[in-house]
């Protein structure tokens, strides 16, 4: 099985800050990887699919990267709005997420 | 619209059984693969399992946690998926969303843009 882990489990930024949220396969997956952002309640919500791709209507401000078995994700200029779990998930060999990070605002 | 409605969650006890079924409409449902997600409280998000369009062989695939104990199935017919849990744990206790893989004409992948509002199973004694 892939094994997805995530890095900070949680972080806290003040608005208009740059975020940078790491999620690392234990294995190569390609770019075989999506990012979804949960808010307390509510189902998660697609970001970011195959490492890099905006999902549409989604905020310019988000960003994915990487490739292998490394990936980012970066809020450029965090929002309010964005406090929320983010959540990585390899689609290279079935599905797996990783196990999320939880951005507050100060 | 892609519309979701999950139900049949509640309170039952180690050992037993439930049926969650996911009401599905806004796309073509026979054409999708179709999988359950779970949160356990306060937790991340973990795979169940997946059902294939029959299209594509209607085969399933079930997270090892689970394996042996849940079987998915649709109803082609109605829209309807389904999730039968037996031989149910404490640690089963979560929420159970359903979704439908993202597809293009000529692939299905195995990540999700459309999720429902999920459906809370509570396994205890």
């Known amino acids: 099985d892939i094994q997805m882990t995530q890095s900070p489990s949680t972080l806290s930024a003040s608005v208009g800050d740059r975020v940078t949220i790491t999620c690392r396969a234990s294995?190569?997956?390609?770019?075989?990887l999506a990012w979804y952002q949960q808010k307390p309640g509510k189902a998660p919500k697609l970001l970011i699919y195959?490492?890099?791709t905006l999902e549409s209507g989604v905020p310019s401000r988000f960003s994915g990267s990487g490739s292998g078995t490394e990936f980012t994700l970066t809020i450029s200029s965090l929002q309010p709005d964005d406090s929320a779990t983010y959540y990585c998930q390899q689609y290279n060999t079935y599905l797996t997420f990783g196990g999320g990070t939880k951005v507050e605002i100060k | 619209e892609v519309q979701l409605v999950e139900s049949g969650g509640g309170l039952v006890e180690p050992g037993g059984s439930l049926r969650l079924s996911c009401a599905a409409s806004?796309?073509?449902?026979?054409?999708?693969?179709m999988s359950w997600v779970r949160q356990a409280p306060g937790k991340g998000l973990e795979w169940v399992g997946r059902i294939k369009s029959k299209t594509d062989g209607g085969t399933t695939d079930y997270a090892a946690p689970v394996k042996g104990r849940f079987t998915i199935s649709r109803d082609d017919s109605t829209n309807t998926l389904y999730l039968q849990m037996d031989s149910l744990k404490t640690e089963d206790t979560a929420v159970y969303y359903c979704?439908?893989?993202?597809?293009?004409?000529?692939?299905?992948?195995?990540?999700?843009?459309?999720w429902g509002q999920g459906t809370l199973v509570t396994v205890s004694s």
């Open positions: 195959k490492a890099s």
């Open positions: 806004g796309f073509t449902f026979s054409n999708a693969w």
């Open positions: 979704s439908p893989h993202y597809c293009t004409s000529t692939t299905c992948y195995n990540y999700f843009e459309y």
């Open positions: 294995q190569s997956i390609s770019s075989w």
